[in-house]
T-cell receptor, first 111, second 113 residues
Framework: DTAVSQTPKYLVTQMGNDKSIKCEQN?????MYWYKQDSKKFLKIMFS???????INETVPNRFSPKSPDKAHLNLHINSLELGDSAVYFC??????????FGQGTRLTVV | GENVEQHPSTLSVQEGDSAVIKCTYS??????FPWYKQELGKRPQLIID?????GEKKDQRIAVTLNKTAKHFSLHITETQPEDSAVYFC????????????FGKGTHLIIQP
């Protein structure tokens, strides 16, 4: 009965490949997010999405795109992976302006 | 957009002593300020939060204070224990839309036995 679950936990892939990370929440939250945590542990929001709006952090390359088939899912697609994309990616969900619950993270390594 | 500064980046305290982590934010419209604890290899988890209509909140050994005028907020941990060792993040958001949280850069808290 995990609240926010994301798969896979580890992802190793070659430069230039396209990959996806899946996220699901069973909390009934309206808003889901993707955060990137780099090697210095800095947590930065990439996207936030509810059924009304998608907010994209302007620093995120357009190779990254969120896809939400329904309110409980927000998947992250990454095209043409680069070495600098290596990081831990966290999915999260919340009701607006309340506690965000995080998934366990996906450690992406691009080689 | 919002900018959150967090200090110090590393804090080492003796077990049993108190620890204080400070954050400042830039957007006066921010009204929700959570603190997250992240243990090595784990997900961030909320430990305490405060809203802009409150100046202080306490939960056992943890307390948070907020000064809206100065736009800063602090985390206080008393009687520190080894299990308090982790990275702590402050964050701010202003709601109203799906803005998400703007995080500080984190504080690595080390509890010395």
């Amino acid at each position: 009965d995990t609240a926010v679950s994301q798969t896979p936990k580890y992802l190793v892939t070659q430069m230039g490949n396209d990959k996806s990370i899946k996220c699901e929440q069973n909390l009934g939250h309206d808003t889901m997010y993707w955060y990137k945590q780099d090697s210095k542990k800095f947590l930065k929001i990439m996207f936030s999405y509810n059924n009304k709006e998608l907010i994209i952090n302007e620093t995120v390359p357009n190779r990254f795109s969120p896809k939400s088939p329904d309110k409980a899912h927000l998947n992250l697609h990454i095209n043409s992976l680069e070495l600098g994309d290596s990081a831990v990616y966290f999915c999260a969900s919340s009701q607006l302006n309340t506690e965000a619950f995080f998934g366990q993270g996906t450690r992406l390594t691009v080689v | 957009g919002e900018n959150v500064e967090q200090h110090p980046s590393t804090l080492s305290v003796q077990e049993g002593d108190s620890a204080v982590i400070k954050c400042t934010y830039s957007d006066s419209a921010s009204n929700y300020f959570p603190w997250y604890k992240q243990e090595l290899g784990k997900r961030p988890q909320l430990i305490i939060d405060i809203r802009s209509n409150v100046g202080e909140k306490k939960d056992q050994r943890i307390a948070v204070t907020l000064n809206k005028t100065a736009k800063h907020f602090s985390l206080h941990i008393t009687e520190t224990q080894p299990e308090d060792s982790a990275v702590y993040f402050c964050a701010a958001s202003k709601g109203g839309g799906a803005d998400g949280l703007t995080f500080g850069k984190g504080t690595h808290l080390i509890i010395q036995p």
